[in-house]
C-alpha cells in the first residue's frame, strides 16, 4: 500500500463514523447594512491609502482633471462618461501616465472597487499597467459588503477586484507601492 492509499483509507476509516448531518451555518452577515454605505466606502479606501474625491456629476470633469495632476497622456476606455483632455487609445499601453475608469461596483465593507470590465472599464490591462488610475463611481454603486457584490455581479464577466494602490511587503516587510499596478488610485464617488 503506498502512502497515498494509506492516507485515504485512514480517510475513509475517520469518514465512516463520522456524523453526516449538516450543521446550520449562521448566514445574517449577508443581511447586515451599515448605517452610510457612502462613509463607509470613503473611510475604507482611504484607509488603503487611495486619493477620495466626492463630487457631483456636474462637478466631475474637474475633479477627474484634478485627479490626473501633472499626467499628460491618459488613457481613457471606450464608454467613459466624459471627454478627457490628453486622452488617446491603447496601441501603446505602457507609454501612458495614467487611466480612467468606471467602475462596475464598490464594496463599502472592504473599500474595494470590483471592475467587470464593461463600458468605460476597459480591459484588465488598462489598470495594471499605467502608473495612476483615476476612477469614477456612481454612489449608488457601492453596495454594504462582500455577498451583496456576489450577487449583483455577473459572474460570467470577468472582474478586477482592487483595494488600494498596487502594494507588496514581499522584501523584509517594506511596502513598496507600484510594483504590480498603479502606484496611485484615485476613486471619485459621484453624487447621484
Do not use: N
Request: some cysteine; charged content about 25%.
Amino acid at each position: 500500500m503506498s502512502a497515498r492509499e494509506e492516507i485515504l483509507a485512514a480517510v475513509r476509516g475517520a469518514l465512516r463514523e463520522a456524523d453526516r448531518t449538516e450543521a446550520p451555518v449562521p448566514r445574517g452577515y449577508r443581511t447586515v447594512t451599515p448605517p452610510d454605505v457612502v462613509d463607509l466606502f470613503a473611510e475604507r479606501v482611504v484607509d488603503y491609502r487611495a486619493s477620495l474625491t466626492r463630487c457631483t456629476a456636474a462637478e466631475l470633469p474637474d475633479a477627474v482633471r484634478a485627479a490626473l495632476g501633472p499626467a499628460r497622456k491618459v488613457l481613457v476606455p471606450d464608454g467613459f462618461p466624459i471627454e478627457v483632455a490628453g486622452s488617446a487609445d491603447s496601441a501603446e499601453l505602457d507609454t501612458f501616465d495614467a487611466v480612467v475608469t468606471t467602475a462596475a461596483l464598490g464594496i463599502a465593507t472592504t473599500g474595494t472597487l470590483v471592475l467587470d470590465h464593461g463600458p468605460g472599464q476597459g480591459r484588465r490591462a488598462l489598470s495594471l499597467v499605467p502608473d495612476v488610475h483615476v476612477c469614477v463611481l456612481r454612489q449608488d454603486r457601492i453596495v454594504p459588503g462582500v455577498p451583496q457584490a456576489v450577487a449583483a455581479l455577473d459572474p460570467a464577466r470577468p472582474q478586477t477586484w482592487i483595494s488600494g494602490p498596487s502594494a507588496t511587503s514581499d522584501i523584509e516587510l517594506t511596502r513598496v507601492e507600484g510594483v504590480h499596478g498603479p502606484r496611485t488610485l484615485h476613486v471619485i464617488v459621484v453624487a447621484d
